[in-house]
């Protein structure tokens, strides 16, 4: 698969797993590809957790459902009934979930490039994940961001220590296909714009 093949294909899954284990050597890729982003000051902020235990994603299935009850309670009308037939997560179905935390500490007080901007750390973080979702999407894997969670649960879950900061659970895991077009989408949440509608010429 070509990169840019990977990037149109790249889907965020959640009905789709089949719960059949990644291979050892699939998943090291995977995670090789995550651990190859760029980061500020070459500082490499991230830690992935690895959730295979039935328990534990219950309980992780549990808490994000409350938290979608939590969400659903600030709609009505037609947003509330079009929310109502989104699945937003595939926990236990995956069999794998991927906890992906930050840690600002890494890289020693002095951060090259980000003593201005506190948050470049973190988006050395989201690079990281975005390598990892377009590898799995090579691997023919799917990948389910879920952010439907309070970040103290989480931590807690997982045992992170308090200066890490969970940052996604990502679902992982063979499906029986990557959907053409997102969930969102197809269920009329919202659509993606046009490129048109972001592109600013010189000025914004
Ligand atoms: C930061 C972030 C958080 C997200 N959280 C969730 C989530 O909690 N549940 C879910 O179903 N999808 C989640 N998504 C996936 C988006 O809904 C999805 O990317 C978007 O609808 C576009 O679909 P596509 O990724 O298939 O192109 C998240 C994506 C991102 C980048």
């Given at each position: 698969?070509?990169l840019?093949?990977?990037?149109?294909r790249?889907?965020?899954?959640?009905?789709?797993?089949t719960?059949?284990?990644?291979?050892?050597?699939?998943?090291?890729r995977?995670?090789s590809?995550?651990h190859?982003?760029?980061s500020v000051?070459?500082?490499?902020?991230?830690?992935?957790?690895l959730?295979?235990?039935?328990d534990?994603?219950?309980?992780?299935h549990?808490?994000?459902?409350?938290?979608?009850?939590?969400?659903?309670?600030?709609?009505?009308?037609?947003?509330a009934?079009?929310f109502?037939?989104?699945k937003?997560e595939g926990?236990?179905?995956?069999?794998?979930?991927?906890?992906?935390?930050?840690d600002?500490?890494?890289?020693?007080?002095n951060?090259?490039?980000?003593?201005?901007?506190?948050d470049a750390?973190l988006?050395?973080?989201?690079?990281?994940i975005?390598?990892?979702?377009?590898?799995?999407?090579?691997?023919?894997?799917?990948?389910?961001?879920?952010?439907?969670?309070?970040?103290e649960?989480?931590?807690?879950l997982?045992?992170?220590?308090?200066?890490?900061?969970?940052?996604?659970?990502?679902?992982v895991?063979?499906v029986?296909?990557?959907?053409d077009?997102?969930?969102?989408?197809?269920?009329?949440?919202?659509h993606?714009?046009?490129?048109?509608?972001?592109?600013h010429?010189e000025?914004?």
């Amino acid at each position: 698969m070509d990169l840019y093949d990977a990037i149109n294909r790249r889907r965020d899954t959640r009905a789709e797993f089949t719960g059949e284990p990644v291979a050892p050597d699939v998943l090291e890729r995977v995670l090789s590809a995550a651990h190859a982003a760029p980061s500020v000051g070459m500082s490499q902020p991230w830690d992935f957790v690895l959730v295979r235990d039935a328990d534990r994603l219950e309980r992780f299935h549990a808490h994000v459902a409350t938290e979608r009850d939590t969400f659903a309670a600030t709609l009505s009308g037609e947003r509330a009934e079009t929310f109502s037939r989104i699945k937003i997560e595939g926990i236990r179905e995956s069999g794998l979930g991927i906890v992906v935390g930050y840690d600002p500490s890494r890289g020693g007080p002095n951060v090259l490039g980000r003593h201005a901007i506190a948050d470049a750390g973190l988006y050395s973080v989201v690079c990281a994940i975005q390598n990892l979702w377009l590898a799995a999407t090579a691997e023919g894997l799917g990948v389910g961001w879920v952010s439907f969670y309070r970040e103290e649960f989480l931590r807690d879950l997982v045992g992170m220590p308090e200066g890490v900061r969970p940052v996604a659970w990502l679902c992982v895991g063979h499906v029986e296909d990557l959907p053409d077009v997102p969930d969102l989408e197809r269920f009329g949440w919202r659509h993606r714009s046009p490129l048109s509608s972001v592109v600013h010429d010189e000025t914004f």
